[in-house]
């Protein structure tokens, strides 16, 4: 995912993403990837997701978090939201407000983006305070930070001078968002081949995920800490 070369699927033409492969949903149901942005790196991240989630046979909708009426549609639902100042974007945050009585009910994954840094590849970073928050409320699954990206043609007066200081690149990594794709596609098709008293809207078993920074993991350092 580099500024000045093709993008795989990153950022293709603005406006919601709705599922249409007419082969999907064979299993797993129907999943929604939905997203807080501000510059459209973190929109890049949930398309990914959506690729690897289409490559599985998932049924999935990609949208921007603010557009999404119901979720009655579906079966998981992962969050994303960039961060900005240590706050994980408003339209992430009211997303979860918004829906947080159905939320609570099914496969809840959350992401955040990210740090303009390797070091979200090469650890694990724990979600910051408020989005453990929001997933402590919404029993969510599991968390994971991945890279930002920070182009200083687009960025505010703060993100230039950030960039002044040698931060701008794009440091999202395909391969590491596709893999947690397939781990929390691998969740759902387990669930749902154990049934329906096990199945997606329970928020049954806890795998797919837990490890990485759950809603348990108090002490959690925030992605603040982490360079960006
Ligand atoms: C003003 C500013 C503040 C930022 N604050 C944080 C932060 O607190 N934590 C972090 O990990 N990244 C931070 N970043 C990096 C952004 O999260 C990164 O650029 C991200 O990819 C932006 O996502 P978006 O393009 O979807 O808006 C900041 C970037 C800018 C420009």
Redesign the pocket.
Known sequence: MNDRQPERGTEPEPGPERGTDPAADQGGGRILVAYG???????GIAVELGEAFREDGLAVDVLPATVVGELKAYDAVVLGG?????RWHRDARRFARRHSAELRRMPVWIFS????DRSAEEKDIPPIAGVLRIMSRLHARGHRTFG???NSED??R??RN?ARRGVEGDYRNPEQIRAWGHEIARTLAKESAAGPDRGAKDGGAKDGGAKDGGAKDGGARG??D?G?
Do not use: D, E, F, V
């Open positions: 942005t501000r510059r459209g790196g973190t929109r960039a961060l900005y100042m240590y983006s990210g740090p303009l930002g990206r920070l960025a505010g703060i993100g950030m992605a603040q982490s960006a």
